[in-house]
């Protein structure tokens, strides 16, 4: 890094004014803490409406019957999937060009959620897959694709993992998503690129959507809730590594010593 | 309402095992996950709070 970026970066967690105030853990870690509730609340809220509606109140489909429920999760937890991999590469970014910590915090918390959702994106597919398909698991572009995906998430969390030096763990994975980032609009224009077995969107911006209203609003609350768990357990994991990485210094022992 | 009956809903239109594995799977990994990181916060407050604690006392002893 250069001389100037370190400068940049240590005025602005040091002082801080504006933005880049909450670039620094000492300033973040108590908005987080406050932030949680809030979207644990909304997580659960929007959990139970889009299950209700996903298993109570939407039709049963006229081709898949009721396995089409598994919809429900297999799209929210397959968008997840690969939004949470391209906010990490955004963070990974800024934590390389800007040198900030939390940046890099963030990548590093939200690596863990992304893998889970990507696992949950292929276990339900699979689970879908065998009814509708009469296969578990086939190798065309959008399965397999997705299943590099959650190498990628593996691979950045032992790479991380395996270097003691936190600061160079960040960079190491920072690289790593970035490169990997690649593989995003793979996945996502996979089945229009290829002829897979996976079906197209049924959701699109410019199209009226192919499905009833009801199954597509169950989704989309099911998706919202998503996004409010991915913030809630994220933003409770990146607490607990500023506490384990800033153990040093004088607010995480005031912290530390004020809640236990 | 599309069901009957409870056993007519966990019957899923004899697709059980699918709909209700994918449930189920989703169930365990976001409660494994939230029990995780509450684990984490947990080991870290109390590893600390004890490591804080002697370092206090023992710079209270070195000034007395």
């Known amino acids: ?7 940049f970066a240590s005025r ?14 000492q300033t973040f870690f108590p908005l987080a803490g406050k932030m949680i509730p809030w979207f644990a609340t909304a997580a659960v809220i929007f959990t139970i409406v889009g299950l209700y509606i996903g298993f109570a109140v939407a039709p049963t489909d006229h081709q898949q019957g009721e396995s089409y429920r598994i919809i429900f999760i297999h ?10 991999y391209l906010v990490m590469a ?10 900030t910590r939390l940046s890099s915090m963030m990548a590093t918390a939200l690596a863990p ?3 889970m959702f990507t696992f949950l994106a292929l276990w339900t ?22 299943l590099i995906l959650l190498f990628l998430y593996i691979g950045f969390m032992a790479l991380q993992a395996s270097i003691d030096d936190a600061r160079r763990a960040d960079k190491a994975g920072a690289v790593l998503a970035l490169v990997g980032v690649v593989n995003i609009p793979i996945i996502y224009f996979s089945v229009q690129w290829w002829n897979t077995l996976h079906q197209g969107s ?10 009833a209203m009801t199954m597509l609003l169950g989704m989309l609350i099911m998706a919202l809730a998503s996004w409010a768990y991915t913030i809630a357990v994220a933003l409770c994991r990146v607490r607990c590594i500023m506490l384990e990485r800033e153990k040093h210094t004088d607010w995480v022992k005031d912290y530390v010593e004020k809640n236990t | 309402m599309n069901w009957n009956s409870w056993s007519d809903f966990f019957a899923m239109g004899g697709y059980a095992l699918y709909v209700w594995g994918s449930v189920l799977m989703t169930v365990i990994l ?6 995780a990181v509450r684990m984490r916060r947990n080991t870290v407050m109390k590893l600390y709070g004890r490591w804080v604690r002697s370092n206090r006392r023992e710079s209270n002893e070195n000034e007395a």
Not at chain 1, 78 to 84: K, V
Not at chain 1, 90 to 99: A, P, Q, R
Not at chain 1, 202 to 211: D, G, I, N
Request: charged fraction near 10%; aromatic fraction near 14%; charge should be neutral.
């Open chain 1, 202 to 211: 049924s959701v699109s911006l410019t199209k009226a959507p192919s499905m």
């Open chain 1, 113 to 115: 959620t992304g893998a």
């Open chain 2, 30 to 35: 976001v409660a494994g996950e939230v029990i």
């Open chain 1, 12 to 25: 602005a967690e040091s002082s801080g004014s504006g933005f880049f105030k909450y670039a620094s853990p």
């Open chain 1, 125 to 146: 597919g699979a689970l879908w897959g065998k009814p509708t398909w009469g296969t578990w698991w086939v190798w065309d572009a959008r399965l397999t694709s997705e």
């Open chain 1, 90 to 99: 955004f963070w990974s970014v800024v934590g390389l060009t800007l040198n």
């Open chain 1, 75 to 84: 799209v929210p937890a397959a968008w997840m999937s690969m939004f949470i």
């Open chain 1, 1 to 7: 890094m250069s001389t100037v970026n370190q400068t």
